[in-house]
C-alpha cells in the first residue's frame, strides 16, 4: 500500500505526505484557493482552510491519535451504522470505517482544485463485526468549497442494509452566537440527555444553543446554514434523508476525555446522514452516494 501511495504522490503537485500526531500518515494539500489536511487513518479530513478565509472544521485539542480510537473533529465516517450497534451485540459506537486505515486511490488536479479518492476494503479484521463484502471510496475535492462524497459499493450476493453520516465538526467563534437554519418545521426526536430520545418534536424557526443539543431530524431538506458571528457556512448535501445537529453542552464537553473543557463554545455538528429509521437498502453489485458540499461566506461589516 505505502509503495503505491508514494507512486501517487510523486506524480501530484499539490499532494504531500506527512506524519501526524500518533504516526499516523496524512496527506497535506496546497492549491491556489485552499489548503488541507487528511488522515489515511479513519479516511478522514482534518482541516479545510480556503485563501484568506479561517479553519472551517474543528478539531479536539485533545482529540486521541491511537488505532481503534476515533479522531475528535474533522469529517468523522459514520459506517456501517450511525449510534450504538443496531444488532445490540457491542459493536462499536458509530461502525468502524472511522477506525480504519484507509488507502489512496487517485489524485486528480486542476489549476484550482484538487480531488482525492481513498478507498476501504473489507478484511479479515472485519469478519467479526460485519460479514458481507463491501468497498467504500471517499472523495475530497478541495477548492473554493469543500466537496466530500462517500460510496458503498455492495459487492456481496445479498442486500446490504445500512445507516451512515458524514459527522462534521464545524469550526465556530462561540456556540452562544450560533444559529442553524433549514430546519424550520421539521421534524426531529430529541437526544439530549435530559430527554428519553423517542418524542418526535417540530422545529420552529432557527435552531438556537443554550445548551446540549442532540437531534435527529428526519425528511429535511438538502441545504443548511450555519450562521456565526463574522460568516456564514452554506451546506448542500444529497443522498441524505437525515440530519444531525449536535453540540455537547459544557457538561458532556467536561465529561469527555477526548475534548477540553470549553471546547463545546468552539464547534457545531451538522451532519450529513442517514440514520435511525432511514436505512439504506443496497442491492447486490450496487451501490449508494451521499454527498455535502460546504462553502464560507463572509458576512458584510
Known amino acids: 500500500m505505502q509503495d503505491k501511495t508514494e507512486q501517487i504522490i510523486s506524480d501530484s503537485r499539490q499532494v504531500s505526505l506527512e506524519k501526524g500526531k500518533g504516526g499516523f500518515i496524512n496527506l497535506r494539500v496546497r492549491n491556489r484557493t485552499a489548503e488541507a489536511c487528511i488522515s489515511l ?3 478522514q479530513i482534518l482541516s479545510y482552510m480556503p485563501i484568506e478565509e479561517d479553519e472551517l472544521l474543528f478539531l479536539s485539542e485533545k482529540a486521541w491519535f ?6 475528535k473533529g474533522g469529517i468523522p465516517i459514520c459506517w456501517p451504522w450511525f449510534g450504538k450497534d443496531p444488532s445490540g451485540n457491542d459493536r462499536p459506537f458509530h461502525g468502524f470505517a472511522r477506525n480504519r486505515l484507509w488507502k489512496l486511490e487517485h489524485i486528480t488536479e486542476t ?5 482525492i479518492t481513498l478507498q476501504l476494503e473489507k478484511t479479515d479484521e472485519d469478519d467479526a463485526l460485519w460479514q458481507q463484502e463491501y468497498r467504500l471510496q471517499m472523495t475530497y475535492e478541495i477548492g473554493h468549497e469543500l466537496c466530500v462524497s462517500l460510496t458503498t459499493f455492495n459487492d456481496s450476493e445479498s442486500t446490504m442494509e445500512i445507516t451512515q453520516a458524514l459527522h462534521t465538526y464545524f469550526s465556530v467563534s462561540d456556540i452562544g452566537d450560533v444559529k442553524v437554519s433549514g430546519f424550520d418545521g421539521c421534524n426531529y426526536l430529541d ?7 423517542k418524542e418526535q418534536k417540530q422545529q420552529q424557526g432557527d435552531i438556537v444553543f443554550t445548551g446540549e443539543v442532540d437531534r435527529i ?3 429535511n431538506g438538502d ?6 458571528a463574522q460568516r456564514k457556512i452554506l451546506i448542500a448535501t444529497t443522498g441524505s434523508q437525515t440530519s444531525i445537529v449536535w453540540n455537547p453542552g459544557k457538561e458532556l464537553s467536561v465529561a469527555s476525555a477526548d475534548l477540553a473543557d470549553d471546547a463545546y463554545r468552539k464547534f457545531v455538528c451538522v451532519e450529513t446522514a442517514n440514520a435511525d429509521t432511514d436505512v439504506i437498502n443496497i442491492k447486490p453489485k450496487e451501490n449508494y452516494t451521499i454527498t455535502a458540499s460546504y462553502r464560507i461566506e463572509r458576512l458584510q461589516s
Open 41 to 43: 487513518y479513519g479516511g
Open 111 to 115: 489549476e484550482l482544485s484538487t480531488k
Open 191 to 197: 437526544k439530549a440527555k435530559s430527554n428519553t430520545g
Open 66 to 71: 491511537k488505532t481503534g480510537k476515533s479522531i
Open 217 to 219: 431530524y428526519k425528511n
Open 223 to 228: 441545504e443548511f446554514q450555519i450562521e456565526d
